[in-house]
């Protein structure tokens, strides 16, 4: 389980992370799988991600790993000069808390700053300075205000995707940011603030959208309702209420597709000639194909796409993922000690670095596990 960070690129950086749910804890995974030491300061009785119920009880365990736990009351005087203390022994400070709320405690980066000129300071919040930067935002609220649910959902009803997918990007741009400074005070010997922020991250993934519009002067449909650009590249029925994936792409791929499933009479229909065609006609098409592929299983006609080079896909649940093949035999799923002292599987850095996967050095921290480690480097004992 414990490896060594030495060669890893960020080894020799500590990180303060006063963070919670996902957006910021994600910011010091990232930091610290690529070999940060990131100290979590938590409130007493620990970060309350931990005993989230439901669709946030693996929130903690994704986004906290490789990070040690120190318990500060920063609402107390004591707390806060300890967290002062604390951040300028460190080269980055990371925190996601509502607006305003570090600069009342005195914890905030012009704060900070005047005697810690090199940190590095780092904001998670819901919306960038503007008009909309004291408005409170959670990942849905920002997926229904940026265009993505809109996109994903059907016509006239907006659908939030299924994951944090803003708060986990969010985190991603902010450690990118922490990345880029580390550099720029290699050459200036300062440190910086540094903002991500949901809106604008949600918005960056619907730029797509948004050139699409500008260039044609046609605002585009939700995703459901699309025009596809390809003939074949949708999810049909199999046999035994299965579903796979198919998408033929090329007029070649459509010809391999057709021997695949041993209808060769399907290349004689002048319609089906090209793709160009094969869209014209495209729910008829979809029709002939659906009621081929109804009788076929996803084990049978898998290997045969694979082995053909069509892409595929089957429907997979997030908890089939735990017995995934490749995720196992890659090395992208690793298991990982909890703070009861069992094991669980986590998923890893999703990048290889030097031919390695950064991994898993530590068990999760419980709380408050490292405050004699951390304290007495500032002459304090645990508290």
Not at 130 to 159: C, F, H, I, W
Not at 309 to 322: E, H, M, N, S, T
Not at 353 to 380: Q, T
Request: proline share 8%.
């Amino acid at each position: 389980m414990t490896q060594s960070n030495e060669s890893l690129p960020l080894a020799g950086i500590r990180v303060v992370e006063f963070t919670h749910m996902v957006m910021g804890p994600t910011c010091g995974m990232i930091l610290a799988d690529l070999g940060a030491e990131v100290i979590k300061v938590e409130p007493p009785g620990g970060d309350k991600t931990r005993n989230l119920p439901g669709l946030g009880i693996g929130f903690f365990r994704a986004f906290n790993r490789n990070k040690k736990s120190v318990v500060l009351d920063i609402t107390t005087d004591e707390g806060r000069a300890t967290a002062a203390e604390l951040a300028g022994q460190c080269d980055v400070l990371l925190e996601n808390f509502r607006p305003g709320l570090m600069r009342k405690l005195g914890l905030d980066y012009d704060t900070l700053s005047k005697s810690c000129p090199r940190l590095i300071y780092v904001s998670h919040k819901g919306f960038l300075p503007g008009p909309y930067e004291n408005r409170l935002a959670l990942d849905e609220v920002v997926q229904m205000m940026g265009g993505l649910s809109y996109m994903t959902g059907p016509k006239g009803r907006p659908l939030r995707a299924g994951t944090s997918v803003n708060d986990i990007m969010g985190g991603m741009f902010g450690a990118i940011g922490v990345l880029a400074a580390l550099r720029e005070r290699d050459r200036t010997g300062r440190g910086q603030e540094i903002q991500s922020a949901l809106f604008e991250n949600c918005v960056f993934l619907a730029s797509q959208h948004m050139q699409q519009f500008a260039m044609t002067g046609e605002a585009p449909p939700p995703m459901p309702s699309r025009v596809s650009a390809w003939s074949v590249y949708d999810v049909f029925a199999l046999a035994d209420d299965e579903q796979l994936f198919i998408g033929a792409v090329s007029d070649k791929q459509f010809v391999t597709l057709c021997r695949v499933l041993e209808r060769p009479d399907l290349l004689d229909v002048p319609e089906y000639a090209t793709n160009a065609s094969r869209v014209a006609v495209r729910p008829q098409l979809l029709e002939q194909l659906g009621n081929i592929l109804r009788h076929y299983r996803v084990a049978e006609l898998a290997p045969k796409l694979e082995a053909a080079g069509i892409p595929y896909a089957p429907i997979v649940r997030p908890d089939q993922l735990l017995d995934d093949v490749h995720l196992k035999v890659s090395g992208g799923l690793v298991p990982m000690q909890v703070e009861d002292g069992s094991t669980a599987p986590t998923v890893l850095l999703p990048l290889l670095m030097g031919g390695r996967r950064p991994g898993v050095r530590s068990p999760l921290p419980k709380p408050g596990e490292h405050n004699d480690e951390i304290l007495s480097r500032l002459g304090k004992g645990a508290r």
